[in-house]
């Protein structure tokens, strides 16, 4: 059966704008990723997903363990559902309030541990609980950006701990301060991971792109192993964590990581459509309804305008996925209370039906739906609430 065909009869009874996962597609991008991770175990991204449901789906799959949060508040959420016992907070957090419920809560505080990349981490966290509080788990997090010229910064900008000699010297002094205790390193590199090295027309950008992550992972795995050698020196570390979906396969063959983290790749978000190694399936996607046909080829929706974050570009807008064929309009784009879509398909479609869009990033899409609803087939085979359903929105 035709994908629109079968979205449309799985929701006939739905009233839209409403968001639906895919699980076929959801199961078999999580099979595509622990085949790519080579062995290793992915730390599934939460922020990707921000769904209990799902997180809980995907982590009942061989070849997922753990959580990678996105603040301290949504961990200590997780936890207290006994969502995972191996959580960690892959940002570092200043809430006060959340890091005195950590310190109360010992089953928490064995399950949860703390990114920190500055002595100014461990003091925030001695103002925030007082002097004697008890061991607080910490990652300590690499920065892995490429760094080929003098003031040249290629990556996200996170930890200022760059090399060895930086990682082992904060590793010190983690384990020198009392009421901390160092167990993981953290080294994400985003400009591998998170840029697709073949953006759809755009092919001297990819040329470009592809010989950047190239260099940018050879210097990587030296420095990379070399940091991590020199914090093992002074502490025992349970776990090293990199990559991300766009880099399962490379991160994966560096020997001094122990586990990858993804969660992108589960939903297939249009920013990983550029990507020539892989493709993740269209998992996550939401309906609007047409309202106005103002025009020949131009159908107007409702609603719609979920931007995603990031640079201010066309690509963080949706995009129109079902019927094929339909695009939005470049002087308007998604808009708050309508969206217009133009193309040969737009002819065919008629007040009330609905368009099927796609959003560019993951996760982001749940803070606009409060419930997934979860088709399987041409099947409704249930309903979800998103954390924004149960009522927690953690930034």
Known sequence: ME????????????EPPFAVVDLDAFDRNAAA???????????????SVRVRALLE?????????GLMCYSLPEALWLSGHDLS???LVAYPTVD???????????????RITLVVDSPEHLDLV???????????????????SWRPLPGLHVGPRRSPVHTARDAR??????????????????????????LGDAPPGRPLRGAVLRWAQRRSAAELAERRAAAVAAVREVAELEFVNGGGTGSLESTGADPSVTELAAGSGLVGPTLFDGYRGFRPEPAALFALPVVRRPARRVATLFAGGYVASGTATADRQPSPHLPRGLKLLALEGAGEVQTPVAGRAADELRLG????LRHAKAGELAERFDHYHLVRGDLLEGTAPTYRGEGRNFG
Not at 98 to 105: S, Y
Not at 130 to 144: F, N, Q
């Open 96 to 110: 006060h309030t959340a890091l005195g419920l950590l310190a109360r809560d010992e089953r928490a505080r064995g």
């Open 169 to 194: 010297s904060l590793a010190a002094l983690v384990a020198a301060r009392r009421g901390f205790r160092l167990v993981a390193v953290m080294a994400y590199e985003g400009q591998i991971a998170g």
């Open 33 to 47: 990723l622990v085949r790519r991770a080579g062995g290793k175990p992915i730390r599934v991204a939460s922020k």
């Open 85 to 87: 016992d191996d959580l």
């Open 126 to 144: 001695d103002a925030a609980l007082g002097p004697a509080h008890p061991d607080i788990r910490v990652c300590l997090e690499l920065d892995v």
């Open 353 to 356: 039906d609905r368009v099927w």
């Open 3 to 14: 994908p629109r065909t079968r979205f449309d009869a799985a929701t006939k009874g739905l």
């Open 57 to 65: 789906r995907v982590l009942a799959r061989p070849g997922f363990r």
